[in-house]
Nanobody, 123 residues
Framework: QVQLVESGGGLVQAGGSLRLSCAASGRSFSLYGMGWFRQAPGKEREFVATISWSGASTYYASSVKGRFTISRDNAKNTGYLQMNNLKPDDTADYYC????????????????WGQGTQVTVSS
């Protein structure tokens, strides 16, 4: 079992930045790939970014590529999502998740989920 807790969400103006954190506990975090997903009101959950267990491989949704950076620190059992140049369309609840796959953009591949953190971007 892996427990995940997100933090770092909040209200920011368009063009601003936020860094989300995902603190893991339980089984060794370094055994799992990690992903970030988001869900806006009335919309389906969508993939944002994923990173392999070692951090060597990453993959981004086209909508965030070049603006968001996923990273992890296995020594601290923590993953991160640095979000720059935020847009109102980035407003959503953001979830981190852990997968036994190397990396994946498919939420069905993820075994463990956090409770989410809200990000609101004002125009």
């Amino acid at each position: 079992q892996v427990q995940l807790v997100e933090s770092g969400g909040g209200l920011v103006q368009a063009g601003g930045s936020l860094r989300l954190s995902c603190a893991a506990s339980g089984r060794s975090f370094s055994l799992y790939g990690m992903g970030w997903f988001r869900q806006a009101p009335g919309k389906e959950r969508e993939f944002v970014a994923t990173i392999s267990w070692s951090g060597a491989s990453t993959y981004y949704a086209s909508s965030v590529k070049g603006r968001f950076t996923i990273s992890r620190d296995n020594a601290k059992n923590t993953g991160y999502l640095q979000m720059n140049n935020l847009k109102p369309d980035d407003t959503a609840d953001y979830y981190c998740a852990a997968t036994s796959s190397l990396i994946s953009h498919n939420h069905h591949d993820y075994n463990y989920w956090g409770q989410g953190t809200q990000v609101t971007v004002s125009s």
